[in-house]
């Protein structure tokens, strides 16, 4: 009994680092997004209201989760497929040690969308990203039309066509004002 106890509390203790980890994908409508900025890899100042009239994919990540580098690619390959078009992938690292962990892994795997640093938490604290990966679809004026908890294949054929509808509607559409 007392083997069952102690296999069960470890059991309990483990599953907040599973999920923090993004095993689960969850579709949940939040009101509106938290303004912030945040710098970039070049040290550039980057803030998220400067991106209003985009549809922005909002992604909290970190180096040491295996599930954030999983579905990094497909992210490339969405970026690559709008960039120059009404979207905007913006990938805000969580990593204690910022840059200086972030910026050699993204060169190496060669990602050219906007990777922000967050090492002091305070904008994943905005945005209660206690489980990585998260993402947040924005509409056109900053409002959260989507969030997604765990992996996700971003290049998948459903997300194109989910993000193809978003870019597709005008302001008043989606998240915006008439």
């Known amino acids: 009994m007392r083997r069952l106890s102690i296999l069960l509390l470890i059991v309990l203790l483990a599953m907040p680092v599973v999920s923090a980890c993004g095993m689960g994908k969850v579709d949940e409508k939040v009101e509106s997004a938290g303004d912030f900025t945040l710098k970039d890899l070049k040290g550039k100042d980057v803030t998220l209201s400067h991106k ?9 990540w970190a180096t040491w989760c295996p599930p954030c580098r999983e579905e990094m690619p497909s992210m490339e390959k969405l ?6 078009k009404d979207f905007e992938i913006i990938a ?30 305070t904008v994943s604290d905005m945005y209660r990203a206690y489980a990585v990966p998260m993402t947040f679809i924005l509409g056109r004026d900053g409002a959260v039309l989507d969030k997604v908890i765990g992996a996700a294949d971003w290049f998948s054929e459903e997300s194109q ?10 302001v008043a559409d989606v998240g915006g004002k008439s």
Request: a positive charge; glycine letters at 12%; aromatic letters at 10%.
């Open 92 to 121: 805000v690292a969580m990593d204690p040690k910022g840059e200086k962990t972030v910026k050699p892994y993204i060169e190496e795997q060669g990602f050219t969308f906007t990777v922000l640093i967050d090492e002091k938490g």
């Open 79 to 84: 970026h690559n497929k709008y960039k120059g």
């Open 161 to 170: 066509a989910y993000m193809e509808e978003l870019m597709g509607k005008g």
């Open 52 to 60: 209003k009239g985009k549809i922005v994919l909002l992604n909290f």
